[in-house]
């Protein structure tokens, strides 16, 4: 849709230029490899005349009276402007762009915009940035390249999901993952966690249906002043990706091939002591979790008696955790083809990604189908759209601490040779396994495991029409729809379901949108310079989700994975998910003599998940922008580009669905200890029963709102070497509508409401540099920093904190609590003094009680940095990027696991040394005296604190080399007596390198995958190291 | 996309799609008993019969939480789902409601079991927690942060703070089971299959219960309730009258105690403790091949506190098909016959009401063997063979000790009723755990307020330890 906009606004400048006698021409190439640019815009400054080059980089121009001066940008290249002097051949090198000082960007709504028009902070990563990086998830390619986002995969499993969050957490409740739209398409990224997330899968967000190869650039739209003509969805900011086409091949047709392969290692398993085995208080007990046994070598323990009675050599497996794991695999290929001139074009792209995870039995494979063409008809029409069919399929083993191979695989003891062992039973296909109820690891990922099947279309209409040459209509019409078909598998023997269990789940999600655009243009309004473009929209949106699925239990046939063969079907649901909304805006913009910028823009939202009294809400937004050394036409040497741009803006935010009202659901009894489920089968008889949902109504609800300002600098120094791009920005959130805890006595466990106040300030700070620019040789760097300080301001008069929605353990609540940041952990904290030293138990020599309800840990980082090296020599370009994530902490099961169970290398030191634990004992008269008691090694580190306890919380800094790649591309000279026109071979490398002070393995981990709960493993999947070669190829 | 530009006039019903088609908003009242009933019986019998079964010497911890408790160690973080879930965001909401749907209906039936079973379920809150919500709690939206009652004030109300007590609610709901009613319960009381005589014998009984667990502290008032009770001559007087809760033989539809004990990853954590064992081996007691399982043909228990290595899972002593049901049936006995007759009993002696405390203690016995499975044969016979055991002796104090420790065994699989009466009377006598730790090494007398409830209620204080007794326990 965007390339017929920006053909509208080709056609409009060509339509209101007048008939004159001058005319340039010319040719527009690459500084780096003189070729010519396609598709670059021309202007002639301070008028709207203009055209484009085409295949061959050239134009043709007829000049208006009055103009002097020439325009030349393109995407990804930067702006150049050359004066006339009576030339009639004006030819011009075009840079890529350093930085985005200047050059045009996709901004809401597809609009292509210069970006020194703009009030408002984007980003534009190129795709060839984010392809043929070791990396078949699109966001994870992202990181470390965005200024003022953060992203945090959620583990190493394939197709799982990526958290993102773009300037931090404006809401307490509602979605926080920006809003994604794929070539104007409205592209759903939920990962839509079907079971307890404590327990069970990783299923990916959907944004793993794109391939990073199809993509040509990525905007980061960051405010709600660059977005608010998306609406409320936008307000956690938009991802705006483009994908490859055959724009601006004129004439040509081109064929790309890219293929790859890569491998993958499970990376920063936390290192491990080998003095001790199986056992505990120095005891050999064979079915121990414990790494508390004798010493390797005391006499009388060279061979042991395993659980099963057979004579063992009693030794450590120093790699009896690593060999769990496998080398995993990841072939990636595509082929596009693509075609056409400006008015008539078309691309087709057939991707492929095959991944084999580290885990063995895990895998996630993407094959899509995507064409696209736009044409323009006889009569003047614009048609344009694209239809791409993806067919995504995952499969992971189950995670959790009860019950799943990863609960288990932290508790192996040193003495225990996990992958050798044999497990199997071969008469019942159950396992042996030394610990009593829980299931051997390796049967656990064979036997107890998630499919997840996505059939997924998606696809836009568009069409154009310029009434007038100052008038143009459009229509859009976008639709996004798949199935995912899930089953998880738990198979006769599994810990959790002995008897087996299948959940057959089918999900369906739709989203329908249609877009009316009317665009008006008046140049030399009222004043000579001042030029004005009104936009005018509505839009109506649909969303839809379905879901129906059954359980069943005791599975007759074992091995059999049919939901048919359970003898008991514990649940069957079904539900329906509907949401509506009618928006309508307009955006004012005015550019004076191209420094001086003003955007005005407004919409009014209408939402069928609000009271139907009060279910319309209006927000504007104005930007401004002005560079001045342009209105007062200073050049320096030094500084080069100067821009200051300032917003302010408001985005509002509608309900869930059925938010309104309270209800009944069917009922459930229990925990993970035993449950119930209704319809309840008594004495052959089926009872259905109900209960009061959990949640009370209102009918009251009012839409959340986001406010906030942000201002910025963009300098360029030294002819734009050397970039600095600063932005301060300020958000307050209010009026929230959330789910508040409430008091369990109260009968229900949360009320809908609006409440509260939270504040987002943070600082973005981009720095763009070209130290070293030679004719064969250059070197590029990007710095990211990005930090934000969140706060919840207020929740509720008499609340001062209060669950997020979603599953926790008890006592491990993360949390909204009034003066910290968004999704603190809330939990027991070790008893302290009141000067502050940890109280120790004089009978005992351990820590008393600890106190439960306060903040024990906090996953927001202080802030975050990327740092990206590019070297280009002749063929060869080497790319490298370090990143830093400072700050945060991380609430570690795992790491809990092995520390109490005496695995890690730190509680193999001086184990037969008695130790004291730091703190003090309170005396009688209430003074304190050190604590003096000696204590075990056994009980010195199990008594630093179990799964619900402050001793679960880690430091998350991390220093990383995220990626390098180096990529060769064949001399054309080489190619030209053959079909190819490009040939580049690479190798790249992910995750490579990683230091973690404060964590002894990798901290990038988040088990309950992407969504507002953050910061926890809670027996998570660890994370990858992947590198692999990959070829490009184009005819 | 019915709304287009030139028709948004239609907007208004385009938007119009915000009723919820997932979930009702009201529902008959014969869907919220069955729900209810099923909360109250995990009420008892879910995570709190664990941890109870466990400080009671009758279960021992090989694993997990039981381990914790084993050792007297109990916090915050415990039974957390038991209150919000099971207790009052379960059972007792559902009363709730559902004593608001019948009224409107005049469905007097179900108001009246409703209120019975609404005390029966706040008696296991305060006997656990002690002070809780009462009389501001299950109002939703009006009270988010209700006030603690004290227990006294739970048991015996107080007009003046608007307090109802217990009695008076069960006397209530006794009062609109005598109303006629627009529509009875069937099959969905799965404790009498809607035979209301049967729940007027159990809210009677429900008072006797309600007043021997306030006998200590206020025997006035035990007495005169219990008086009352005897004079009105409609309490449970047979086992098939027990209030117990039936489940079913399915997963999903099992008794809670049968799936942590045999379908659960939990079913590891625990095993038959050898003193429970030993205790009626004591006693030649005919009732322990029927109430412990022996897969390998002998008694393979481990000791309360025991910090070795826990036998093999299926060789395990566990809670037989007489607590669990022979696949799940259970029921989850919370009121029954042999309870009524020890109650009886001990109130004899103890406050002087009517009735012969000998022949009330043998019939406790007696009823609780035959549930069992034992013929009333063998009873006489075990009754002949060991007259000490079935004859009271001594002091009054001594009887009672007699009394609470055959009711000690008889309540096996019912390990809150056996705390309450530890707790209350001080039997029987349990010997110290092995590691035990706690706050002072003692045995717990109640349960640690929950986190949650600490962090969303100011009204709970935040620094009661399981070593705090209760009101009624002065023992």
């Known amino acids: 849709m965007k390339k017929l906009l920006f053909f509208t606004f080709l056609m409009l ?74 030339r009639t051949t004006i030819d011009v090198v075009l840079q890529s762009s350093v930085e985005s000082l200047n050059e045009v960007v ?155 392969v890569n491998w993958q290692n499970v990376a920063y398993l936390p290192k491990l002591q080998n003095q001790y085995g199986q056992g505990t208080q120095n005891n050999y007990v064979n079915n121990s979790t414990n790494s508390w046994g004798p010493a390797f070598g005391t006499p009388g323990f060279e061979t042991v008696q395993n659980f099963r009675g057979e004579t063992v050599p009693y030794r450590a497996y120093p790699n009896n955790i690593r060999d769990f794991y496998k080398t995993g695999t990841m072939f990636q290929n595509a082929l596009n083809i693509a075609g056409g001139d400006q008015n008539n074009n078309f691309a087709a792209t057939i991707s492929s990604t095959i991944q084999n995870g580290v885990v063995r039995e895990s895998d996630f494979d993407r094959h899509s189908v995507q064409v696209g063409g736009n044409s323009k008809l006889k009569n003047g029409i614009k048609l344009g759209g694209t239809i791409t069919y993806v067919k995504s ?95 998880q598998i738990q198979r006769v023997g599994a810990a959790r379901a002995p008897q087996g269990q299948i959940d057959e789940d089918l999900r369906f999600r739709s989203e329908l949108n249609g877009d009316l655009l009317i665009n008006a243009k008046k140049n030399d309004l009222f004043v000579q310079g001042l030029n004005a473009n009104l936009l005018l929209g509505q839009n109506l949106n649909q969303r839809s989700y379905r879901e129906s699925g059954v359980i069943s239990e005791s599975l007759a046939i074992p091995g059999f994975d049919n939901v048919g063969v359970g003898s008991v079907f514990t649940k069957s649901y079904a539900s329906t998910n509907r949401r509506r909304l009618v928006g309508h805006y307009g955006q004012l913009s005015l550019d004076y003599k191209s420094y001086l910028f003003l955007e005005l823009s407004g919409r009014v939202d209408q939402s069928s998940t609000l009271p139907k009294e009060q279910n319309a809400y209006f927000y504007p937004s104005a930007a401004l922008s002005f560079v001045p050394l342009e209105a007062f036409n200073v050049k320096t040497e030094a500084v080069s580009y100067l821009k200051v741009r300032g917003n302010i803006a408001r985005v509002g935010r509608d309900a869930d669905p059925y938010r309104l009202q309270s209800f009944f659901t069917s009922a459930t009894f229990g925990n993970n200890v035993a449950d119930i489920t209704f319809p309840l089968n008594v004495g052959g008889t089926s009872l259905p029963g109900f209960q009061p949902d959990g949640r009370i ?71 763009s540099a070209t130290p070293i620019r030679t004719s064969s040789f250059k070197w590029d760097v990007l710095l990211n920093f990005t930090r934000i300080r969140n706060k919840v301001v207020a929740i509720s008069e008499g609340v001062n904190n209060s669950n997020i929605t979603g599953d926790s353990f008890s006592g491990i609540a993360p949390s909204i609590a009034v003066g910290y940041p968004y999704g603190v952990i809330i939990g027991t904290a070790n008893a302290r003094t009141e000067s502050g030293e940890l109280l120790v138990n004089p009978n005992t020599g351990l820590f008393v009680p600890g106190i439960a309800g306060q903040v024990i840990s906090n996953p927001q980082k202080d802030w975050v940095a990327g740092l990206t090296n590019n070297f280009s020599y002749k063929g060869f370009t080497l790319s490298a990027l370090v990143d830093v994530n400072k700050g945060g902490q991380l609430y570690s099961f795992s790491q809990v696991d092995m520390r109490n169970a005496g695995q890690t290398e730190i509680t193999g030191v001086d184990r037969n040394q008695p130790r004291i634990l730091p703190g003090v004992i309170l005396n009688a008269d209430g003074t304190t005296r050190p604590n003096n008691i000696q204590i075990s090694a056994q009980s010195y580190w199990q008594s630093l604190g179990g799964l619900a306890s402050q001793g679960a919380v880690f430091d998350a800094t991390a220093y990383r080399l995220r990626e390098v790649a180096l990529n060769y591309a064949l001399p054309s000279s080489l190619l030209s007596r053959t079909p190819f026109g490009n040939i580049s071979i690479g190798v790249s490398g992910r995750n490579l390198w990683m230091y973690a002070p404060g964590f002894p393995s990798d901290p990038e981990i988040n088990t309950q995958g992407a969504g507002n709960i953050q910061g926890l493993d809670l027996n998570g999947i660890p994370t990858t190291r992947n590198y692999g070669v990959n070829l490009r190829v184009t005819f | 996309m019915a709304c287009s530009v030139v028709a948004l006039s239609s907007c208004s019903d385009y938007l119009d799609i915000n009723q919820n088609p997932n979930n009702p908003i009201t529902v008959p009242p014969a869907t919220l008993l069955p729900s209810g009933l099923a909360g109250s019986a995990f009420s008892n019998a879910n995570d709190l019969n664990r941890f109870a079964s466990v400080i009671m010497s009758v279960t021992a911890g090989a694993n997990g939480s039981p381990v914790t408790w084993d050792r007297y160690n109990t916090d915050g973080s415990d039974f957390g789902n038991q209150w919000r879930f099971e207790i009052y965001g379960g059972a007792l909401i559902n009363y709730q409601k559902l004593i608001e749907v019948a009224q409107t209906s005049n469905s007097n039936a179900y108001v009246g079991i409703a209120k019975i079973m609404k005390a029966y379920t706040f008696s296991i809150a305060t006997d656990v927690w002690g002070d809780v919500p009462y009389s501001q709690a299950l109002q939703g939206d009006a009270n988010t942060q209700p006030r603690l009652d004290t227990q006294k004030e739970i048991y015996l109300g107080d007009n003046a703070k608007g307090i109802q007590s217990l009695f008076d609610l069960v006397k209530e709901g006794l009062a609109d089971l005598e109303k006629t009613s627009s529509t009875t319960p069937g099959s969905d009381d799965i404790v009498y299959g809607g035979t209301i005589e049967n729940w007027k014998k159990a809210g009677n009984t429900l008072l006797l219960k309600l007043a021997l667990q306030i006998s200590s502290v206020e025997p006035a008032k035990a007495k005169s309730i219990i008086d009352e009770v005897i004079q009105g001559n409609d309490f449970i007087t047979t086992n098939a009258q027990n209030l117990a809760v039936n489940f079913g033989s399915q997963v999903g539809s099992q008794s809670p105690i049968y799936t942590y004990t045999y379908n659960s990853s939990f079913s590891t954590d625990q095993l038959i403790s050898t003193r429970f064992v030993t205790l009626l081996q004591g006693l030649k007691d005919p009732r322990l091949p029927l109430f412990v399982t022996r897969p390998t043909g002998n008694y393979v228990t481990i000791d309360n506190g025991f910090a070795g290595t826990p036998p093999q899972a299926a060789n395990r002593s566990m809670f037989s098909s007489y607590v669990t049901g022979e696949n799940g049936e259970g029921p989850v006995r919370l009121i029954t016959n042999w309870q009524r007759a020890f109650i009886l009993a001990e109130s004899a002696i103890r406050l ?21 499975g034992i013929s009333d044969a063998d009873i006489s016979a075990y009754f002949t063979a060991n007259p000490t055991v079935v004859t009271l002796a001594g002091s009054n104090e001594e009887k009672i000790k007699q009394i609470i420790t055959q009711k000690y065994i008889s309540l096996y699989g019912n390990g809150l009723e056996q705390w309450n009466d530890w707790r209350r009377t001080g039997y029987p006598t349990l010997a110290q755990h092995q590691n035990a730790v706690g706050v002072d090494g003692t045995r717990p007398v109640r349960a640690r307020y929950i986190d949650q409830e600490i962090a969303r209620n100011p009204n709970f204080p935040n620094n009661i330890l399981q070593n705090v007794r209760v009101w009624w326990d002065v023992n």
């Open chain 1, 106 to 260: 996709v901004t809401a709504q597809g609009i292509e915009r210069d970006t020194r028009s703009l009030g408002y902070a984007t980003q534009n990563v190129n795709g060839s940035a984010l392809a043929q990086r070791s990396e078949p998830n699109v966001l994870n390619t992202l990181q470390g390249k965005v200024a003022g986002v953060n992203i945090t995969s959620s583990s190493g499993a394939p197709g799982a999901s990526t958290n993102i969050n773009i300037r931090g957490i404006t809401s307490f409740n509602g979605s926080n993952q920006p809003l994604v739209v794929v070539d104007g398409i409205i592209f759903n990224n939920d990962v839509d966690n079907s079971q307890n997330t404590l327990f069970g899968s990783q299923p990916s967000s959907r944004l793993a249906d794109i391939s990073p190869e199809s993509i040509e650039s990525i905007n980061v739209l960051k405010g709600p002043a660059a977005s608010v003509l998306y609406g409320s969805r936008a307000s956690a900011g938009v991802i705006v990706i483009t994908t490859k086409s055959g724009k601006g091949l004129n004439g040509k047709t081109e064929v790309t091939f890219n293929s790859s």
């Open chain 2, 352 to 372: 002087g009401t009517a009735g012969d405390a000998q022949k009330l203690y043998e019939e406790g016995i007696r009823t609780s063997m035959a549930s069992a």
């Open chain 1, 393 to 487: 399929a995952q499969k992971n083993t189950l995670m959790g601490n009860g019950g799943s191979a990863f609960g288990q695989i932290t508790r192996i003891p040193r003495s225990y040779d996990l992958v050798n062992t044999p497990y199997l039973d071969p008469l019942t296909g159950e396992d042996f396994y030394f610990v009593n109820g829980q299931n051997h690891p390796l049967w656990s990922i064979q036997n107890t495991f998630f499919n997840s099947n996505v059939d997924r279309v998606f696809g836009n209409l568009s069409v154009g029409y310029d009434i007038t040459n100052w008038l143009n209509v459009s229509y859009r019409v976008t639709a996004d729809t798949y199935t995912d078909n899930r089953k």
């Open chain 1, 697 to 767: 109504g209102s009918t009251n609800l009012k839409p959340e709102f986001v406010n906030s300002f942000e201002v910025g600098l963009n300098v360029g120094f030294f002819n734009n070497r050397l970039g600095v791009d600063f932005t301060y920005f300020n958000t307050r959130s209010t009026s929230q509508i959330f789910n508040v805890a409430i008091s369990n006595s109260s009968g229900y466990d949360t009320r809908t409401t609006n409440i509260g106040e939270m504040q987002n300030k943070g600082i973005e700070l981009q720095l």
């Open chain 1, 13 to 86: 400048f060509g339509w209101i230029a007048q008939a004159q006698d001058r005319i340039v021409t010319g040719t527009v190439t690459a500084s780096e490899d003189g070729a010519p640019i396609p598709g670059v815009t021309v202007v002639v400054k301070g008028s709207n005349t203009g055209t484009n080059t085409d295949a061959k980089g050239t134009y043709r121009l007829t000049l208006p009276a009055n103009g002097t001066t020439l325009v030349f940008s393109a995407v990804g290249f930067g702006r150049k402007e050359e004066e006339i002097n009576g």
